[in-house]
């Protein structure tokens, strides 16, 4: 990874970082974190599903793991909330390490691995609703005490500094997984896995770190959503409105590229808020918007809207370029 | 160099392989020919790691390997090429064979660079920044034989790279081959182009039903009678020998 | 701990439930042991035949088994349109793509019903569903013994469908040997398009089979969906046998561990078995082979 493979990050983030400094309105800065929490998400999903090929239905699983593991320990525990996200993240990458240890060593693929994914979401749903740890179904809240010390912020500017600090990290990892020995095999491993295995690649560990690293990201946009709501229950958390968001996000963006998981999400939302504006507060109408763009874009734009803006131009190279 | 002893592979009732052994010494071009269904792809897959031998071992340079995974005998220098090619679609060229290359440069410019090198080798130096799906069938037998090649191995099992090519395409790629070997890498081969197995090979085993019913030159093993019959059939042995010619 | 009686209701009831899964479970089979994909729109659909049905009753006073013959059809032709002109063309053949494609559609279809009808769940009031039926001790719901008996009766004749008749053998063929029905001239898009139109029909019997004695929300079809996958994947993902027993099988686990743990975890011995199914045997208990 040079400087000019991190030069297009540095100028996006920087670009959007001014936005708080025009855009003071609370709507609009709830919108805009709304968006880079999913967008986090979709990073994380991007990791698996984009560049290994791997289509997790269910990354509720850890995005909801995270959330729980972080307002646990606050609430339980008392750990600081710095330190609780720590640990949320890297209770979300454990929770994806085991179930890619159990679902890649049986050699699940395909659509068997996108449904076993889906049930362990369901799973940690089910689990969440009816444990004590978990607040039950009535959910948890976490101690509203407004200092940075307990990553809560006063100002909305500020948690979307930190939010959009967070993203730039996931975009800073995913391109040095493109540029990486790990991005190429990968990479590879979704085109064709048995040609990778040829050519030295142990199929098994690529994916279990990818999940690894897939859960991780996902767990810390969890960890974010808990911090600014204040509120966990098992519907957000381990709901398929996450699991959905997170891979939708990608697709329509262009999955298997740095930027695709943002562009993506913030398409998303933005039409989803155009919608709303058109249709009123009909419930419903927004996601059903996000479905007919999935088809469409799997109908007509495999690569997504970065794909589509590209195909004017030269190929340009997904992964070892 | 490669020993396989006394290999048999049953699927269900089916015997596909039935006490097969052959020796590869180092340095040679070795061929392993046969009618189709003789049982060639399958034991190719058996000693790159692909399929378990339902008996029987694999040996690499006198190391027992037969339950080891196809990506640890990479490591250990074995590398295969498939019949059906199998590139990455989606990526290009240079890209394709790189993904071989970390095998041995871990840095993503050496890989990158030792690529290219390869590429070249083949005669892909053109078209390396070329989409992997919209090569011919000759550049991808090429590009087949590239990224096998990237993974700088010992042993190089060539799975059919001459099927599909037109006379010329398989002119321009022999030698190629040859090269190959006399850089110090070992190969063996399946092939149904006889006459390239004639001309490359040192050694030819001869495979029929699961069976290996002949080794040696290639010269003689082509006058064996039973290699004549697995081929033309019962009988066509004596009907084909010119007359007057002495039983072998 | 449960007096026998008790115990034995719930076993029964069980296969009451089980026999309605199989008819769901059975539309999931069909269409993945002929197109080999797997259907995530299934549960959407299913839901969109209940409101269906719902709507039947409260605006034109259909009683639920009198809107099978409706529906029946109607599904089946909507089954047949979305396979012929929207996932076929939309996904360009690979799996990847239609996992994709079908989960749009069910995405669509939950929140086209959602943004029609709202979140509010509804119950159809008909004056048979809370009559029962008592057996010596036990005392059974009527309208769902009648969903079993019907349930049965749909597969077998289903069965005898793909064993004797011509679009039966057709369908047989295509999901054998895909490019040699097509050498002999059989048109696989067509017979594509006919199961997956089966597939959503045996939706629609199943949703007047369930609708009187349950409800309705835009929601309810993923509480369906998995437990079908469950079945399917127990069945051995393409065997109609399979898929029977295997919803038998489900209906009753469900039953007996909502009785002795409650019935939110029950629904997780479901997906357990499902998860375990999946991760040491991928090709069923109950199926020969994928």
Same mark, same amino acid.
């Given at each position: 990874m040079t400087a000019r493979d991190l030069l297009p990050i540095a100028v996006a983030v920087a670009l959007t970082a001014l936005v708080p400094l025009f855009v003071t309105t609370n709507t609009v800065l709830n919108f805009l974190v709304l968006v880079l929490i999913v967008a986090l998400a979709a990073q994380g999903w991007n990791i698996l599903g984009g560049f290994g090929g791997q289509f997790s239905f269910g990354h509720a699983a850890f995005f909801g793991t995270g959330a729980y593991a972080t307002a646990i320990l606050q609430t339980r525990f008392g750990v600081n909330a710095w330190a609780g996200f720590a640990l949320g993240v890297a209770a979300g990458a454990l929770a994806g390490w085991i179930i890619g240890y159990l679902s890649f060593r049986s050699g699940l693929r395909g659509s068997y691995f996108a449904l076993v994914t889906l049930a362990f979401a369901e799973v940690f749903r089910i689990l969440a609703n009816a444990a004590e740890v978990t607040g039950g179904a009535a959910g948890m809240l976490i101690k509203l005490d407004m200092r940075p010390a307990n990553f809560q912020f006063a100002s909305r500017a500020v948690f979307f500094w930190v939010a959009l600090a967070l993203v730039a990290a996931a975009l800073v990892l995913t391109r040095g997984i493109e540029c990486s020995r790990f991005g190429a095999r990968l990479v590879a491993i979704r085109e064709n896995e048995e040609a990778a295995q040829a050519l030295g690649v142990d199929t098994l560990r690529t994916k279990l770190?990818?999940?690894?690293?897939? *859960?991780?990201?996902?767990?810390?946009?969890?960890?974010?959503? *808990?911090?600014?709501?204040?509120?966990?229950?098992?519907?957000?958390?381990?709901?398929?409105? &996450?699991?959905?968001?997170?891979?939708?996000?990608? &697709? &329509?963006?262009?999955? $298997?590229?740095?930027? $695709?998981?943002? &562009?993506?999400?913030?398409?998303?939302?933005?039409?989803g808020e155009i919608a709303k504006l058109f249709a009123g507060r009909v419930p419903g109408i927004d996601l059903a918007l996000f479905g007919c763009l999935l088809v469409a874009a799997v109908a007509f734009a495999p690569e997504g809207i970065l794909g589509l803006a590209r195909r004017t131009r030269p190929r340009l190279k997904p992964a070892a370029g | 160099m490669?020993?396989?002893?006394?290999?048999?592979?049953?699927?269900?009732?089916?015997?596909?392989?039935?006490?097969?052994?052959?020796?590869?010494?180092?340095?040679?071009?070795?061929g392993l020919i046969g009618p189709n269904g003789a049982g060639k792809t399958t034991l190719f897959a058996i000693i790159a790691g692909f399929l378990r031998p339902t008996a029987g071992r694999v040996l690499f340079e006198d190391r027992d390997v037969t339950t080891e995974p196809p990506h640890r005998r990479a490591q250990l220098g074995i590398a295969r090429t498939f019949q059906i090619v199998q590139p990455f679609a989606g990526l290009t060229v240079v890209e394709n064979i790189a993904v071989g290359?970390?095998?041995?440069?871990?840095?993503?410019?050496?890989?990158?660079?030792?690529?290219?090198?390869?590429?070249?080798?083949?005669g892909l130096g053109a078209e390396l920044e070329k989409p992997a799906a919209s090569l011919t069938i000759a550049g991808r037998k090429r590009l087949e034989l590239a990224r096998a090649l990237a993974t700088e191995p010992k042993l190089l099992l060539l799975d059919e790279v001459l099927a599909g090519l037109n006379p010329s395409e398989i002119r321009d790629m022999a030698p190629v081959v040859r090269s190959i070997r006399d850089e110090g890498v070992t190969i063996l081969m399946t092939e149904h182009v006889m006459q390239a197995v004639m001309s490359l090979c040192e050694s030819v085993y001869v495979l029929s039903e699961g069976r290996l019913i002949a080794q040696g030159a290639p010269q003689a093993v082509c006058e064996d009678r039973q290699v004549v019959e697995a081929y033309l059939g019962r009988g066509a042995a004596a009907r084909f020998r010119p007359a007057g010619a002495a039983l072998a | 701990m449960y007096a026998p009686a008790i115990v034995a209701e719930a076993f029964l009831n069980g296969l009451l439930t089980g026999s309605v899964?199989?008819?769901?479970?059975?539309?999931?089979?069909?269409?993945?042991?002929?197109?080999?994909?797997?259907?995530?729109?299934?549960?959407?659909?299913?839901?969109?035949?209940?409101?269906?049905?719902?709507?039947?009753?409260?605006?034109?006073?259909?009683?639920?088994?009198?809107?099978? =013959?409706?529906?029946?059809? !109607?599904?089946?032709?909507?089954?047949?349109?979305?396979?012929?002109?929207?996932?076929? =063309?939309?996904?360009?053949?690979?799996?990847?793509?239609?996992?994709l494609v079908t989960l749009g559609l069910a995405i669509i279809i939950e929140n086209a019903l959602l943004a029609t009808f709202r979140s509010d769940t509804r119950t159809l009031a008909t004056d048979y569903g809370f009559q029962s039926v008592e057996f010596g001790p036990l005392i059974l719901s /009527?309208?769902?013994?009648?969903?079993?008996?019907?349930?049965?009766?749909?597969?077998?004749? !289903?069965? @005898?469908? @793909?064993?004797?008749?011509?679009?039966? /053998?057709?369908?047989?063929?295509?999901?054998?040997?895909?490019?040699?029905?097509?050498l002999v001239g059989i048109d696989v898009g067509h017979v594509y398009a006919v199961t997956f139109g089966l597939g959503c029909a045996c939706l629609a019997?199943?949703?007047?089979?369930?609708? =009187?004695?349950?409800?309705?929300n835009p929601r309810v079809g993923n509480a369906f969906v998995l437990v079908a996958f469950t079945i399917v994947?127990?069945?051995?993902?393409?065997?109609?046998?399979?898929? @029977?027993?295997?919803?038998?099988? %489900?209906?009753?686990?469900?039953?007996?561990?909502? !009785?002795?743990?409650?019935?939110?975890?029950?629904?997780?011995?479901?997906?357990?078995?499902?998860? @375990?199914?999946?991760? %040491?045997?991928?090709?069923?208990?109950?199926?020969?082979?994928?």
């Open positions: 770190a990818a999940i690894t690293l897939s *859960a991780g990201v996902t767990a810390a946009s969890g960890c974010l959503y *808990a911090q600014y709501f204040l509120f966990v229950d098992a519907q957000i958390a381990y709901g398929t409105w &996450i699991s959905v968001e997170a891979l939708l996000a990608p &697709i &329509i963006g262009g999955a $298997g590229t740095a930027f $695709g998981p943002l &562009i993506g999400a913030l398409s998303l939302h933005a039409l | 490669l020993v396989a002893e006394s290999i048999s592979k049953r699927f269900g009732g089916l015997t596909a392989l039935n006490d097969v052994s052959l020796n590869v010494k180092p340095g040679s071009i070795t290359a970390y095998l041995r440069h871990p840095r993503r410019a050496d890989a990158l660079a030792r690529a290219t090198k390869v590429a070249r080798r083949v | 899964y199989a008819l769901i479970a059975l539309g999931l089979t069909l269409v993945y042991g002929v197109l080999h994909i797997i259907n995530f729109a299934h549960g959407a659909l299913l839901t969109g035949a209940m409101f269906a049905v719902w709507a039947a009753h409260a605006g034109l006073g259909l009683d639920p088994y009198l809107a099978i =013959p409706l529906l029946t059809p !109607l599904f089946f032709a909507l089954g047949y349109a979305l396979q012929r002109f929207v996932i076929g =063309p939309a996904s360009h053949g690979s799996e990847s793509n239609i996992l /009527k309208p769902r013994l009648i969903g079993f008996a019907a349930a049965v009766l749909v597969t077998i004749l !289903l069965w @005898l469908v @793909l064993a004797h008749s011509d679009t039966g /053998k057709a369908i047989r063929a295509v999901a054998k040997e895909k490019l040699g029905a097509r019997i199943a949703a007047c089979l369930l609708m =009187p004695t349950f409800y309705v994947v127990l069945g051995g993902m393409s065997s109609v046998p399979g898929a @029977l027993l295997g919803a038998l099988f %489900v209906g009753v686990v469900e039953s007996l561990s909502g !009785l002795y743990f409650g019935d939110s975890l029950g629904q997780l011995g479901i997906f357990l078995i499902f998860i @375990l199914v999946l991760l %040491v045997r991928p090709t069923g208990l109950f199926g020969a082979k994928a």
